[in-house]
């Protein structure tokens, strides 16, 4: 047993000395300062896809409750770094956004008063998720509770509804049966499994098959144009609005509004069209939009005019990358 913990601690390390190794091959490699974070988020991307597959795949597994737990506990404290960084989901619709570019395709924006509205409706979407467990139980409830306790582990029978809120963080190749099988390797794709068990026979694989062509399209034409209104994404937004909770985030974006000229850069290249980064005066930005993927920040001409903060330390910071640094010369 001791010997199987060390084992998979190290594998843990050893894929984090390559997320190090990628990004200071990336910094070292990548002169263009406006594309260097992309870079590094691909780089953690893939990283992170490979150890969310190896943490899917230890036995005995991870009950899933604890995977939830976890969840709010990283978001409660790093905000949407997840979505911005990590997310497999996202790293689908990051992968199609090379291609559109590659193609010469421009993006679409959407209206701002739909894009804000979306927004507002990942609260109704993840309130039905939330409330749905109740009147599952109030129909069938468990036997007793021991069973109740051992279906909320596995966030099965009434508590399955849970499970969408971490639908993202199953990655795209699973050490299980997954909905595609190439060989010996499973494919998964979010929401997927959910969608077939609660919607069963063959009207659920008409509607996951659907879901997955529409949300391909969509995310080609649009960037991160799930991330609008993911149920996921709104768990944290849902938290953050109790005044209790308003600070705890450790990491978040900071606006000097003397040194913010309203070029409108940052509001341009914002892939899910946050505003506030924009409008606000200055100060901590106080959106549950954002998703810390710091492209704002990369894009910023003006030297500290924004920075990633994490426990009030600065670890990225515009600059005015119009003019050459000494460092890429």
């Known amino acids: 047993m001791a010997g199987e913990l060390i084992g998979n601690i190290l594998i843990l390390i050893v894929l984090a000395g390559l997320g190090a190794a990628g990004v200071i091959s990336v910094i070292i490699w990548k002169k263009n300062r406006v594309a260097r974070v992309t870079f590094l988020r691909f780089v953690i991307q893939a990283v992170g896809l490979a150890a969310l597959f190896f943490l899917f795949s230890l036995e005995p597994s991870i009950p899933l409750l604890y995977v939830l737990i976890a969840w709010f506990a990283v978001m409660l404290f790093l905000g949407r770094f997840f979505c911005g960084w990590v997310c497999p989901f996202a ?7 090379v291609i559109r570019k590659a193609l010469k395709i421009r993006y679409r924006l959407l209206p701002e008063r739909l894009n804000t509205a979306l927004h507002k409706g990942r609260y109704l979407i993840l309130a039905v998720f939330l409330l749905l467990p109740i009147a599952l139980w109030l129909i069938d409830p468990p036997p007793n509770t021991a069973s109740a306790v051992m279906m909320a582990r596995l966030l099965a029978g009434p508590f399955r509804p849970y499970s969408i809120i971490i639908d993202p963080l199953i990655p ?10 190439l060989g010996d390797i499973n494919l998964s794709y979010p929401y997927i499994s959910d969608i077939v068990t609660f919607i069963d026979t063959t009207p659920g694989q008409i509607f996951a098959v659907v879901f997955v062509v529409v949300t391909l399209i ?3 034409l649009i960037r991160r144009v799930w991330c609008r209104f993911c149920p996921a994404g709104a768990s944290i937004a849902a938290i953050n609005k109790f005044k209790a909770f ?14 913010c000229t309203k070029c409108g850069v940052c509001k341009r290249v914002c892939p899910v069209q946050v505003p506030e980064v924009y409008e606000q ?20 001409p003006y030297e500290d005019a924004l920075k990633i903060k994490l426990a009030n330390k600065p670890v990225f910071k515009s600059r005015n990358w119009l003019e050459p640094s000494i460092n890429d010369e």
């Open 218 to 220: 969509g995310a080609f």
């Open 172 to 181: 795209l190749v699973v050490p299980w049966t997954g909905q595609i099988v």
């Open 246 to 259: 308003k600070g705890v985030p450790l990491l978040y974006i900071e606006k000097d509004e003397e040194k």
């Open 91 to 97: 790293f689908i619709m990051d992968i199609e956004s």
């Open 281 to 300: 005066k200055g100060g901590k930005i106080g959106t549950s939009q954002c998703m810390l993927c710091a492209r704002c920040v990369e894009m910023c």
